[in-house]
Every structure is written in C-alpha cells, then in structure tokens.
C-alpha cells in the first residue's frame, strides 16, 4: 500500500510560477514511477508529467519547456510550473505506478491550481 498527499496548490496570477510536492508513505521500494495528472471542469483527466525511479521524465506537450517534475529523495516528488496560463487551472494529482503494474493505481487527494487575474 502506498499513501499520497500533494501540498502547494493556490491562486497566481497569468505568468506566476507554483511549485506541487508530494510526499510518498507507505511500501515506497513498491513504486516503479511517479506522475502529477490534472482534470479541469468538463474536461477528463490528463497526464502532466511522470518520472520513473532512474530519473527519466517526459511531459504533456502542453507543458514542455514550462513544467519541470523531479524527484528530491525517495519520498517526494515536485512539480515545478512556471509560465502558467488560465489553461492550467485544474486539480492536480499525484500518482504512482507499482512495479510489474500497467497503470497508476495509487493516487492523493488532490490541489486545486487556479491561474487567474
């Protein structure tokens, strides 16, 4: 079992920056990959960026070049998102994929970012 809370959602202003953490508890040695998803209102949830365990990464193209994910230890990974736009506001959530699965099974709670003037 693995347990996760995000941290760090809020309101900014077009062009502000925010940065996600979230912190894994629980069989962390079980996680193979994390990610940060986002569902806007009316919309279904989508990827954002994921980073495996050895550190390789890759982004929605909407983000790439404004979103940086990365991992400080064994338990936390950040989303850094800098250059928001009104198009980014949704909740965002962290997940994680356990080895030998083939989905994100465990996921937090949830931060509401909301990028608006």
């Known amino acids: 079992q693995v347990q996760l809370a995000e941290s760090g959602g809020g309101l900014v202003q077009p062009g502000g920056s925010l940065r996600l953490s979230c912190a894994a508890s629980g069989s962390i040695f079980s996680i193979a990959s994390m990610a940060w998803h986002r569902q806007a209102p009316g919309k279904e949830r989508e990827l954002v960026a994921d980073i495996t365990r050895g550190g390789s990464t890759g982004y929605a193209d909407s983000v790439k070049g404004r979103f940086t994910i990365s991992r400080d230890n064994a338990k936390n990974t950040v989303l850094q998102m800098n250059s928001l736009q009104p198009e980014d506001t949704a909740v965002y959530y962290c997940?994680?994929?356990?080895?030998?699965?083939?989905?994100?099974?465990?996921w937090g709670q949830g931060t509401q970012v909301t990028v608006s003037s």
């Open positions: 997940s994680a994929l356990l080895w030998g699965k083939d989905k994100y099974d465990y």
